[in-house]
């Protein structure tokens, strides 16, 4: 059942809230052209965020969406723009594909079924074009427009492109974004340390944009939408926020369950079955990936799960038979796969409901 609660996928207008200063950030952004990269771990909204405030622009700026989670190579990069740029352009078939058709140089375009909506869609034909040509024909292409209008381009999980090896994606794209006026570009992604290899110092695209990390919601903001639907104290909306470690994804599943059964006044004691409930759903896939650990790395992820700080506490080491060495570096393990994640001395586990799975395994 539907629910005002979105937290398996996008919110409907209607259905996002909050983010006022984030969303006026964007706005400025894209109206002095200047670049963006938002980041923050994974579920806290990033995607939410930059389609609602493209979604809400008007129609002086033309705003292009690109999702490279699924890229595996430059060509794939390429492909995303294009098919960005294709989708970008609301109004009538013919007259899009008149206009892509004139801006584009070598790119074919040709109407097509989205296979999702069944609805027409233009799709770039490349099949036989190098990634140099399908690059420089979209560089070419947004160019053009933007002589005459402002552009916005949008790439989520942006980090991607670092795990593409026969080209410096970055490098390319830092010598087109340093000849673009009229063109904002905001980078969105997740896995921090790629994420941060890409914008350190000397890397081509240092400085090209501004850090922005997205927060959790704001504790107000929920209430206010929450209270809407919900009849829900504020101090049950803290237990909410505090359980998902304001995690927007799993805080927006506990208020879905709640909403399923608002007949029944909230309590503690409903968040916290909703959440049982949540974590009870994940089990199956929570084992599979516990399974594929080595047994050094399951304790170490028990012991993160548990302890967060001081790990290596001549306690715990012995408590778990574990030696301070390969506890090290089976945390190392689990950091590079992103199970892990690190703030300062404190450990976690960025998905937050894996997190609370591995709190509630036994000890040792
Ligand atoms: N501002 C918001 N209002 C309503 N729902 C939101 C909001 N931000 C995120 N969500 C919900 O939380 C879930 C996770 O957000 P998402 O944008 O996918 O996170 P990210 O891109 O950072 O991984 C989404 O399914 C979405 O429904
Ligand atoms: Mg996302």
């Known amino acids: 059942m ?30 002095h052209s200047t ?60 007259s899009t594909i008149k206009k892509l058709t004139s801006l584009l140089k070598r790119v074919r375009v040709e109407p097509a079924i989205d296979p999702h909506t069944l609805e027409y869609t233009i799709r770039p034909v490349v ?7 399908m690059l420089a024909d979209f560089m070419a292409g947004i160019e053009t427009i933007a002589q005459q209008q402002r552009i916005a381009v949008a790439i989520d999980e942006f980090q991607q492109i670092a795990t593409i090896g026969d080209v ?27 994420l941060t290899s890409l914008f350190e110092y000397s890397a081509p695209l240092y400085e090209m944009a501004t850090h922005v990390e997205l927060p959790p919601l704001c504790l107000d903001e929920i209430e206010a939408y929450a209270t809407r639907h919900l009849n829900i104290e504020r101090a049950q909306i803290e237990h909410v926020y505090t359980l998902a470690d304001g995690e927007t994804k799993l805080l927006q599943n506990i208020l879905h369950l709640l909403y399923l059964e608002r007949e029944h006044p909230v309590t503690p004691e409903s968040i916290d079955r909703a959440l049982d409930e949540i974590i009870a759903s994940k089990d199956t896939s929570y ?27 001549a306690s715990i080491l012995q408590e778990h038979h574990i030696k301070k060495q390969t506890l090290q570096s089976a ?27 591995v709190e509630r395994l036994s000890p040792v």
């Open 168 to 194: 410096r994606l970055d490098a390319l794209l830092r010598s087109h974004i340093q000849q673009h006026h009229n063109i904002t570009w905001i980078f969105l992604g997740s896995k921090r340390h790629l």
């Open 287 to 313: 084992r599979m990936l516990f399974d594929t650990l080595s047994q050094n790395q399951k304790t170490a992820l028990k012991i993160v799960g548990k302890q967060k700080r001081a790990v290596y506490n």
């Open 35 to 94: 670049n963006l990269l938002i980041h923050s771990k994974r579920r806290m909204g990033k995607s939410a965020l930059i389609r609602h405030a493209l979604a809400q622009q008007a129609n002086d700026t033309l705003c292009l969406y690109a999702d490279i989670f699924h890229i595996t190579s430059k060509e794939g990069f390429a492909q995303a723009l294009l098919d960005a740029l294709a989708s970008a352009h609301k109004g009538d078939l013919k």
């Open 2 to 31: 539907q629910s005002p609660f979105a937290h398996d996928r996008l919110p409907r207008v209607e259905e996002f809230y909050g983010r006022s200063r984030e969303l006026s950030r964007i706005n400025q952004a894209i109206h």
């Open 127 to 133: 099949a036989t074009l190098s990634f140099e040509e």
């Open 331 to 357: 945390i190392d393990a689990l950091l590079g796969r992103e199970i892990l994640d690190r703030d300062g001395d404190r450990y976690f586990l960025p998905d937050r409901t894996l997190e609370l799975w």
